[in-house]
C-alpha cells in the first residue's frame, strides 16, 4: 500500500511539473517515472481507474477551472493547461463539465456581479 501511495505521489508530481507541455505524452510520463509504457498504463489504470492520459486530461481541464475563475480568455487558458487545439480543449471541457469554458467563465463572472 506505502508502494501504491508513492507511485500516486510521483504520478502527480510528474503531472504538475509537465501538464503545460502540449507535447508531455505516456511516453514522456513513462520515462518521467522511469518505468516502461506498459507498465505506466496498467498501474495508473489500477490506483486511478483511468489511463495515464486520462489522468492527464483531466488534471489539465481541473487546472483549467482555476484559470477561468481568474478571468483568463479561454484561449490562452487553452495553452496554459497543455491543449495545443482551442476546439479540442473546449470540447474535451464540455464533455467533462457540461458547459463551454466560455459559458462557464461568463456564469461565474455574473455570480461575482451578482455578489
Request: with cysteine; charged share 25%; net charge positive.
Amino acid at each position: 500500500m506505502k508502494c501504491d501511495q508513492e507511485f500516486v505521489d510521483n504520478l502527480v508530481r510528474v503531472v504538475k511539473q509537465n501538464y503545460t507541455n502540449p507535447n508531455f505524452d505516456v511516453c514522456s510520463m513513462a520515462a518521467e517515472m522511469n518505468i516502461s509504457d506498459r507498465q505506466l498504463q496498467r498501474k495508473v489504470k489500477a490506483l486511478t481507474g483511468q489511463s495515464p492520459m486520462q489522468y492527464l486530461r483531466q488534471f489539465r481541464l481541473e487546472k483549467s477551472v482555476q484559470y477561468l475563475r481568474e478571468d483568463v480568455p479561454v484561449g490562452e487558458v487553452a495553452k496554459a493547461v497543455g491543449f495545443s487545439s482551442h476546439a479540442y480543449f473546449t470540447s474535451c471541457f464540455r464533455a467533462r463539465f457540461g458547459v463551454t469554458p466560455n459559458r462557464m467563465q461568463l456564469s461565474q463572472q455574473s455570480a461575482t456581479m451578482a455578489e
